[in-house]
């Protein structure tokens, strides 16, 4: 695209500690507008973090982050506007239909009366769930709850989207579906796609630019390609394995979370 | 406004397409106003002191909005631990008004309670003093399950498991509600008793709602109203600071 460069997303210095625990350590970079990028990494090595810092989440311990123009921890309200998200787990009231999950984030986010009925019909009728509007959501497959997160995320019309690891537990088919959606904001609407995965082959595919984290540090920047390049690899994986190493890591919290929580891990070494 | 009424709109759908729930937090209540109301209250004749459950009646109003309210404050433990709570938390909105719309919304439950409580007791035989008492006594009982369902949300917003809150719960419910006034006459009780029932806001909240239902009080109607006032805002501010501090 032949248009000039804004930057819609960017982190500079940004740090994140836990007690004497450094999760994020001085992280920075710059994502533009339509871009889809992705933020890859092992267990425990800052993503889950980094993401919870740029949607208000949590408060960085130092450091510079914008969203949209807007600094994260000064204007918060209106940071928070800019971005649509699909958090890592679920987060849908089970006990509403899934008009009415729609309808409150509509409400939350402050969209006109009038004009709530229409987007919620327009998102629901594109993942394909207009005709299961009226049922509960406990009554939901995962892959329809995945759809509706998506489309709810995205009622706000936000400039940013933020999806953490959404394609966990999903289907060939949903996943292709989500993608070539997700592709189609980014390309069309100009929207900003900011993922992590741990599926390399999913980031090559589409993703434009690409960051791997480990031990809270940015290790590499780049495309597919730079990336091998930078590594002398021939695919992600390889150069991903290269640069983080093939051992495991040891997640703090073993509980439902996959990723690393720093803090639940702490929370959790104090009651013990 | 808007959202406001939003997030309480959100309660009082849970609310309706929980039956369990409902019946769960109605049958103790209806337990007590049966066992006390009949099986002390014949003693309670005997013994000089009047209708029983004329006295008991305000009491069990109170115990139910109790329960319901502190019990209500689960949801925010559950949006918690099932993940919805991200989905508040991330919105353009202060956290104090998504605490304020929802717990609006547990406060309205516990009314519906209150007063399905009170048409109960009518049926057994209760009659208010003056009906016109009752619209006071209905916005006593409006500020009574605001500040309890503020306490509930403070609590559920300061543990992590349904155990803990349990635990906390059967540590604070029960303890308010026996050391209170709501069973039994504070003017005869022994003296710890008294002083322990004098600190007890709860004792106040039932004071209140029997000087307005049965026209028997034992602080008079001033300090009830203080001391609920003083209770309301101390646990509007125990919940904004709780559930400020929650991190996902």
């Known amino acids: ?272 | 406004m808007d959202i406001l009424y939003a997030l309480w709109l959100r309660q009082i759908r849970r609310y309706f397409r929980n039956g369990s729930r409902l019946l769960g937090t109605l049958g103790q209540p209806l337990l007590l106003l049966l066992a006390l109301g009949y099986g002390v209250g014949s003693i309670y004749k005997q013994a000089g002191a009047g209708d029983y459950l004329q006295f008991l009646v305000p009491g069990i109003i109170t115990q139910t909005v109790l329960l319901s309210g502190v019990f209500w404050g689960v949801i925010v433990l559950m949006d918690k631990r099932f993940g919805f709570l991200s989905e508040l938390l991330v919105a353009p909105v202060p956290r104090a008004r998504i605490l304020l719309g929802s717990a609006l919304g547990g406060a309205t439950i516990s009314i519906m309670q209150g007063l399905i409580v009170f048409a109960i007791a009518f049926l057994l035989g209760f009659r208010p003093y003056d009906w016109l008492l009752v619209v006071p006594a209905l916005g006593i009982l409006i500020v009574v399950c605001l500040a309890l369902a503020c306490l509930g949300a403070g609590i559920a917003s300061s543990v992590d498991d349904f155990q803990g809150f349990q635990g906390i719960n059967n540590l604070l419910i029960l303890p308010l509600f026996f050391l209170s006034s709501a069973l039994y006459p504070l003017n005869d009780v022994p003296a710890a008793l008294r002083i322990i029932s004098t600190l007890n806001p709860v004792s106040y909240m039932v004071d209140a709602l029997r000087f307005l239902l049965s026209n028997q009080t034992h602080f008079g109607l001033e300090k009830d109203l203080v001391v609920i006032a003083v209770t309301l805002l101390a646990s509007v501010a125990f919940a904004v600071n709780r559930f400020n501090r929650i991190q996902m």
Not at chain 1, 47 to 58: A, C, E, H, R
Not at chain 1, 200 to 226: F, P
């Open chain 1, 1 to 272: 695209m032949a248009q000039i460069a804004e930057t819609v997303i960017s982190a500079k210095g940004l740090v994140k500690q836990f007690g004497k625990i450094t999760a994020v350590d001085g992280i920075s970079f710059k994502i533009q507008k339509g871009e889809i990028f992705a933020f890859l990494g092992p267990n425990g090595a800052g993503k889950s973090t980094t993401i919870k810092m740029l949607t208000t989440m949590l408060r960085p311990t130092s450091g510079r982050l914008r969203l949209a123009g807007h600094d994260v921890t000064k204007e918060q309200a209106s940071a928070r506007q800019a971005f649509g998200i699909v958090f890592q787990d679920p987060s849908l009231d089970e006990e509403l239909s899934a008009y009415e999950n729609m309808e409150l984030h509509a409400t939350l986010y402050g969209i006109p009366k009038a004009k709530r009925a229409g987007r919620v019909r327009e998102l629901m009728e594109l993942v394909e769930l207009w005709s299961r509007k009226d049922s509960m959501v406990k009554t939901f497959s995962g892959g329809m709850r995945r759809r509706l997160e998506i489309a709810r995320g995205l009622v706000h019309e936000p400039r940013i989207l933020f999806l953490d690891e959404p394609t966990l537990g999903l289907d060939t088919q949903t996943r292709n579906l989500m993608w070539e959606y997700v592709q189609k904001l980014a390309h069309e609407k100009g929207m900003t796609i900011f993922f992590t995965t741990h599926y390399l082959d999913e980031a090559e595919a589409v993703a434009e630019r690409i960051a791997i984290i480990d031990h809270g540090k940015i290790v590499a920047s780049g495309t597919t390609a730079e990336l091998c390049r930078q590594t002398k690899t021939k695919t992600l994986e390889a150069s991903y394995l290269k640069l983080t190493g093939p051992t495991t890591r040891d997640e703090a919290d073993s509980g439902d979370n996959s990723g690393l929580n720093f803090k639940t891990a702490l929370r959790n070494s104090r009651l013990r």
